[in-house]
């Protein structure tokens, strides 16, 4: 399975990624968590210690090798640049059976072409969706800028985080949209940050899309945010893990 979270920045995809990767680890699937958020909070979310993160550089820091990739003399660039080996180079180990690699963000360079990074970036992608057997969970930038560029084309399952606001359920309203025109196969909501049933009836009202699941505000959640400790270490029977546990049978159902 396939599974690319995506959403408004601020909804609480990093922390549902983190918790979703980690409990489908613990039943024993090998999970890739990638990192495609320039902010690279997913390691601190998994528990990864910064001294081991560390020790494994961000992919899209490494100019040269990109450039190694992608470039042929003559400024031409390969198309299909060679992947099958980033995850061994870049992965990190994290808790619970699964594997961090973090992305990082494409750096503009004044007016130069941005195509070879483009390149790479969808044959990795491409890689991670049809090329591997392990489940990847995609823990995706906010906004629509990686949709508009079709890297997501292949994978099984959308989820958009939504919490409810105006703001952030046109966000969805657009990436539903996006999805469609992709042919994804399956897009879903999550509910998040919900305090009352008015927010889910806010949510069912401006989407006309009942969510797959509704997670409860939690301050659990704010206060592992806090102190920057994994939701699932500092509160394990906390409101918002037992929902997106939840959540994880309903993804092992389709898997």
Do not use: W
């Not at 040269?64 to 640049?81: A, C, D, H, V, W």
């Not at 870049?90 to 961090?100: E, R, S, T």
């Not at 973090?102 to 990795?124: D, H, T, V, W």
Request: glycine share 8%.
């Amino acid at each position: 399975m396939k599974i690319a979270i995506v959403g408004k920045g601020g909804t609480g995809k990093t922390t549902i990624s983190a918790c979703l990767a980690r409990l489908l680890g613990r039943d024993g699937y090998r999970v890739i968590a990638v990192d495609a958020d320039p902010s690279l909070n997913l390691s601190i979310a998994l528990g990864v210690p910064p001294e081991e993160a560390a020790k494994k550089p961000i992919l899209f820091n490494e100019e040269e090798f990109i450039k190694s990739r992608t470039q042929l003399s003559g400024g031409l660039y390969i198309m299909n640049p060679k992947v099958d080996d980033v995850i061994e180079k870049f992965g990190i180990k994290a808790p619970d059976n699964v594997i961090l690699i973090r992305f990082g963000e494409i750096k503009q360079a004044g007016s130069r072409c941005l195509c070879p990074e483009y390149a790479f970036l969808r044959a990795l992608f491409s890689h991670l969706v049809l090329g591997r057997k392990d489940t990847v969970i995609f823990d995706m930038v906010a906004g629509l800028e990686h949709m508009s560029r079709g890297v997501l084309r292949g994978i099984d399952l959308m989820l958009c985080v939504v919490e409810p606001s105006v703001k952030s359920i046109d966000v969805a309203i657009q990436m539903e949209k996006f999805a469609r025109d992709l042919n994804i196969r399956g897009f879903s909501v999550i509910a998040n940050k919900i305090r009352n049933s008015k927010d889910v009836e806010l949510i069912l009202e401006l989407m006309k899309k009942q969510p797959i699941i509704s997670i409860p505000y939690d301050e659990a959640v704010i206060e592992a945010d806090r102190i920057g400790v994994p939701l699932l270490d500092y509160s394990p029977n906390s409101d918002a893990v037992k929902a997106i546990s939840k959540l994880k049978d309903i993804i092992k159902q389709n898997i």
